[in-house]
């Protein structure tokens, strides 16, 4: 299963594919049971952090076991990978997709930054025959995957302009480019994120079809923008805390229910169900169902 075929075919047919986030055995088993009976390809992801919980051996083991388990083309990603380290750890541990998040750098740095992680990953492809994803990142995507008030202001300058998108990419040869267009971690109370479309437009008009653009923060993003979203370019959409605050709820519920139960699968099984659920009705979003290609 090659991780670019499975988004050449999302960005052919103007669908996307989700890119999940998981920390433990029972989340990624709830979206995979969703990629299940929705006959999806899924990313599943872990970020730096969630990896360390889970273990990024552990993570690609449960990963394979899936694949075997369900016959799903399941690309495992590493999540805003930040150092060097951690994007060599994850490949050796079988990762199949690397996003590498140096949007902190200056612009020259993250170009150089970036480029020097696709070298490595296209000398790793030679030499183990593999095809691995490489995802860049262009503009300051604010926030963190947890609940807040308001949207973070974001800057003007926070946003990936055009013009530099189509230099980064050549400049970096990655397969991916995550955009900042309004969009930002996590999910808002009181006001609502807003996704600058013709943006999005222009940046599509520039790079073409020579990379596949993600949307990341897909959490609390209407559903309305997220489908314009797709029919302008977006092929892959990022998904975390929507899964998390599904998880902690149902929790807290079945705690509150049913004081005496210690039973974990009793406590954690509705939990699944429910993250369950909000990957389906993602999923429903990104048109993916159905587009599973094994
Ligand atoms: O990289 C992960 C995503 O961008 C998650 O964003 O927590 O807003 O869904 P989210
Ligand atoms: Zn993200």
Redesign the pocket.
Known sequence: MDPKEILKKAQDEKYAIGSFNFSTAEILKAIVAAAKETNSPAIVSTSQKEADFVGIREAAALVEAWRQATKLPLILNL??GKDQEEIRKAIAAGYNAIHFDGSSFDYKENVRQTNKVVKYIREVEKTFDCSILVEGELGY?RGSSAINDHVLEIKPEDLTSPEQALDFVEKTGIDSL?VVIGNA?GIFTKSEEKLDLERLSQIKEAVGDRVFLVL??GSGIPENDVRKAIESGIVKV?VNTELRIAYKESIEKELKDKPKETTPYKILSPALDAVKKVVKEKMEVLGCGGKSIN
């Open positions: 999540d805003h995507l995550a971690h990341h923060g990022n």
